[in-house]
């Protein structure tokens, strides 16, 4: 990326994190309401010009030389609000509107960063809908991966329904022993995020030419989480799935290489 774009994104990812952290950090046991509704309320002062501290200036200067609109901003925090007092999902429909306000979301706030290439055919809102499909896959990614440590805090992010229809209730995910009902549940899991990242691949070439390589390399390292799960023969109760360091380093050239791809919706067996 451009120097100037990679600020942006860092300015944005500190935000997305501080803003995570609120929930998901040492101190989320206290957080209230009440803190995100301030929280809130410093992101609409930063989004004026007038940011509280050096950390929400970077996000001050960055929507000075971007487009970016707050409402994806103000969606996320939505979701750590939601993220606060819902610990159970009914179905895959509410599970969809949760990875959307706390991880689509970020693909929003990027892609006016990122920039769609000049000589895109592409819809705005293909591109767009592109980024919200690689944040979806990367949420349900770390749903998958985060299931023991997230049944430790006594959430469970898979849908009921789908549990249910598996023979799986609440207690075989605290029990957290791997049978094959649970393979057979988190195979299908694992599908469907995996359909995901196919969904957002295309979005990726449509992308500025300098922008493609570290979404490429993003999602193609995070996806690889989930060939870790398998690796570990879905014994995510108890073992952290993760890209080792050789792993990651080898997805470095292969996304460079789907960088150089030429943009999609310019493909002549478009029709
Ligand atoms: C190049 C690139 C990927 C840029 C985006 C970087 C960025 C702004 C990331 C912010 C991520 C973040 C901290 C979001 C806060 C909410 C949250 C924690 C989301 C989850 C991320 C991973 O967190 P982690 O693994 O640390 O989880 P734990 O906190 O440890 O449980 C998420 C899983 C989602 C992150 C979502 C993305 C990175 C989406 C990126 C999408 C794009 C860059 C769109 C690209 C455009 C097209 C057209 C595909
Ligand atoms: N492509 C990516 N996009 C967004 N977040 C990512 C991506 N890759 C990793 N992360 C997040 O960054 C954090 C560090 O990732 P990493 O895989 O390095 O963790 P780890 O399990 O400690 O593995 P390692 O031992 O390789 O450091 C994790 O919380 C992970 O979810
Ligand atoms: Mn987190």
Not at 136 to 141: H, V
Request: proline residues 4%.
């Amino acid at each position: 990326m451009t120097e100037e774009r990679r600020r942006a994104i860092w300015a944005i990812y500190v935000w997305c994190r501080r803003t995570d952290e609120l929930v998901d950090g040492p101190n989320a046991s206290h957080i209230t309401p009440q803190a995100l509704d301030r929280w809130e309320r410093r992101l609409e002062d930063l989004f004026a010009g007038r940011p509280y501290d050096m950390l929400d200036a970077a996000l001050s200067d960055t929507i000075t030389k971007f487009p970016i609109d707050i409402q994806p901003f103000k969606d996320m925090i939505d979701g750590m609000r939601t993220d606060l007092k819902k610990a159970r999902y009914k179905n895959f429909d509410e599970l969809y509107m949760y990875c959307y306000y706390v991880a689509g979301t970020v693909g929003l706030m990027s892609v006016p960063v990122m920039g769609i290439a000049p000589e895109s055919k592409a819809t705005a809102e293909s591109v767009y809908g592109a980024a919200l499909a690689l944040g979806l896959a990367n949420q349900l990614t770390n749903i998958l991966r985060d299931v023991g440590e997230d049944a430790r805090r006594g959430r469970i992010y898979l849908p009921q329904d789908e549990l249910a229809e598996a023979g799986l209730s609440d207690e075989d995910i605290f029990k957290g022993v791997v049978t094959e009902k649970w393979r057979k549940f988190m195979k299908r899991q694992i599908k469907r995020a995996r359909m995901f990242f196919e969904e957002a691949e295309q979005g990726v070439t449509e992308l500025r030419k300098e922008s493609r390589w570290p979404v490429w390399a993003s999602m193609l390292l995070y996806r690889q989480i989930l060939d870790e799960i398998e690796a570990n023969d879905y014994n995510n109760f108890t073992k952290r799935a993760y890209v080792g360091k050789a792993k990651k380093v080898l997805a470095l050239p292969v996304a460079y290489g789907k960088s150089l791809l030429l943009p999609y919706s310019l493909r002549n067996n478009q029709t």
